[in-house]
């Protein structure tokens, strides 16, 4: 839990107690360490995401109300959350998100009191735009293009002219709002904006590829629309020519923080000489005097065009399909990690808590019928409540680590034995014999008494009598004394009468 800030901790204790296993989760996904979200607790709001008894709108409203916090950490961290379970999680998320009228309205945040706060609060207000228009592609489409099929036979390239002209200038805005994100390679400094520009990485090769597959689509049509059908269409098409270009410098960076250069598509531009016949098209439509292509000239161009985009769209599919082997070979990696963990369960009164953590409620102990007591998971020993706070809140939130405690190749695990009631390891067996009568065994010696010497006076106490002094081996000792009770003194019940035995009241007294 190094990194994490007491703040932090006081948050998950809370959620451990209430039993939110949500919040905790959000909460251990968005400390104030700088570093990206753990990818056990993004896995793990995954997973949440996918079951139909968890609130999503709850989930969400957490991470929105972490949005609220002063720390740029905190803030950046909950919006690489909300990205992450857009992207990866069940799809009943961003259908919460796309149906809100208010997201994320971070426009004005700005962390001032912190390092990096001013450079990291600019990236974070246009993170935060960029969420906002991701959900409302979706609020208008229906779809995220970063899921939708691709390829012939895909939603974009069979989309009919007047829902595709209307279709790829929200594809643009969303693309625009990726690509404003605009960080260097001298600016991407800590593990959370390296994080979220891996999340925008990912993002812009699936979105530009339905970009792609959708312009390849308009130009496959340009030459039998409509005069304006035609206009909007040149229109989205030098967009697309520009936005390319950005990407392209986009990419670059990409290249220069460290991402591998198998991982980045490469970017082939459409020959100049299509936009020169695209354009001569749309003025002759306009009844404008102007050079026209042959029609096999025309053809050529575009059938070199589509080749060109063609290629940039395979090369974009490529490096999508490689991310997501990677991505199945990790998942099965851990499946099989849990099998092996199973297996060493199996037959024990537990389920280690790593494994209990990972897969959430999936998974409860059972107690064995003749178990004495409640099954608890291992621990490592030690008090809840210890003497400084921090480490209280550490014992009390547990351990956060999903990793499975049976691959740790420093504790060795047994199979518990049959427990024995016995007084210790050199505790023996007595035999009772019908003869000899039982005796108890020997106390152990008392404790010599404290002495004092002869010469201390001793100061009796109320109600009892001052105890005499023995001789013990030619120490002097306090003799034990049995206590005496003097009888209560009678009060008269006039209070104003003489008390027996009283001294006479000095001003009765003569003065010398």
């Given at each position: 839990?190094s990194?994490q ?20 989760a ?5 400390t104030h ?35 609220a ?10 919006l ?13 998320f ?17 962390d001032k ?8 609060s ?5 993170y935060?735009?960029y969420?906002?228009?991701?959900a ?17 036979d ?6 009919n ?24 390679p001298n600016?991407l ?37 409509k ?11 030098k ?23 198998g ?5 082939t531009?459409a020959p ?11 003025a002759?439509l ?22 060109s ?6 090369s ?8 997501k082997?990677?991505?199945?070979e990790e ?29 959430g409620?999936?998974l ?51 199979q ?32 010599a ?12 106490v109320y ?14 000792v306090?003799?034990?004394?049995p206590m ?29």
């Amino acid at each position: 839990m190094s990194g994490q800030s007491i703040t932090d901790r006081i948050a998950a204790a809370q959620h451990s107690m209430t039993g939110s296993a949500i919040s905790k989760a959000v909460c251990k996904a968005t400390t104030h360490e700088v570093s990206g979200p753990k990818k056990k607790h993004l896995d793990y709001l995954i997973h949440c995401t996918n079951e139909m008894n968890v609130n999503v709108p709850q989930l969400a409203d957490t991470l929105f109300e972490r949005t609220a916090n002063s720390s740029w950490v905190v803030v950046f961290k909950a919006l690489i959350t909300t990205h992450h379970l857009m992207m990866y999680g069940n799809e009943r998320f961003i259908q919460y998100l796309a149906s809100r009228n208010t997201l994320f309205n971070l426009n004005n945040f700005l962390d001032k009191g912190a390092l990096q706060g001013y450079d990291m609060s600019t990236f974070i207000r246009r993170y935060s735009r960029y969420l906002n228009e991701k959900a409302l592609s979706y609020r208008l489409v229906a779809v995220d293009f970063t899921k939708m099929k691709r390829g012939i036979d895909g939603v974009m390239r069979t989309m009919n002219t007047e829902k595709l002209i209307k279709t790829l200038p929200i594809i643009q805005n969303q693309l625009d709002a990726l690509l404003d994100f605009q960080a260097n390679p001298n600016e991407l400094t800590n593990g959370v904006i390296n994080a979220a520009f891996m999340l925008l990485f990912k993002d812009s090769i699936r979105l530009f590829a339905a970009y792609n597959e959708g312009v390849i689509n308009l130009l496959e049509k340009y030459f039998d629309m409509k005069k304006n059908q035609c206009k909007d269409a040149l229109d989205i098409y030098k967009k697309f020519l520009y936005r390319m270009t950005k990407l392209s410098e986009f990419l670059k960076v990409a290249e220069q923080v460290g991402i591998d250069q198998g991982d980045i598509p490469d970017l082939t531009q459409a020959p100049s000489s299509l936009l020169e016949a695209l354009e001569q098209h749309l003025a002759s439509l306009e009844g404008k005097k102007t050079k026209e292509f042959s029609a096999d000239s025309r053809a050529t161009t575009l059938s070199s065009a589509v080749s060109s985009l063609s290629s940039t769209g395979m090369s974009f599919t490529r490096v999508d399909e490689k991310e997501k082997q990677q991505a199945l070979e990790e998942e099965q990696a851990r499946l099989q990690a849990l099998k092996v963990c199973f297996s060493i369960c199996e037959g024990s009164h537990y389920i280690h808590q790593n494994c209990f953590d990972t897969l959430g409620d999936l998974l409860k102990p059972t107690v064995p019928a003749h178990s004495q007591g409640p099954v608890m998971p291992p621990h490592s020993g030690g008090k809840l409540l210890a003497n400084d706070l921090d480490s209280s809140l550490a014992n009390l939130v547990g351990s956060d680590n999903y990793e499975c405690v049976c691959f740790r190749p420093d504790m060795q695990w047994t199979q518990p034995g049959e427990k024995k009631l016995t007084g210790g390891s050199n505790w023996q067996s007595k035999t009772m014999s019908s003869t000899t009568a039982w005796s108890p065994a020997p106390m152990p010696p008392a404790p010599a008494p404290m002495a004092f010497p002869m010469t201390t006076p001793q100061v009796p106490v109320y109600g009892m009598v001052p105890p005499q002094m023995g001789q013990m081996g030619g120490v002097p000792v306090m003799t034990p004394q049995p206590m005496m009770y003097n009888q209560p003194v009678l009060r008269p019940t006039n209070p104003f009468a003489p008390i027996p035995g009283a001294q006479v009241c000095a001003q009765n007294k003569q003065p010398k």
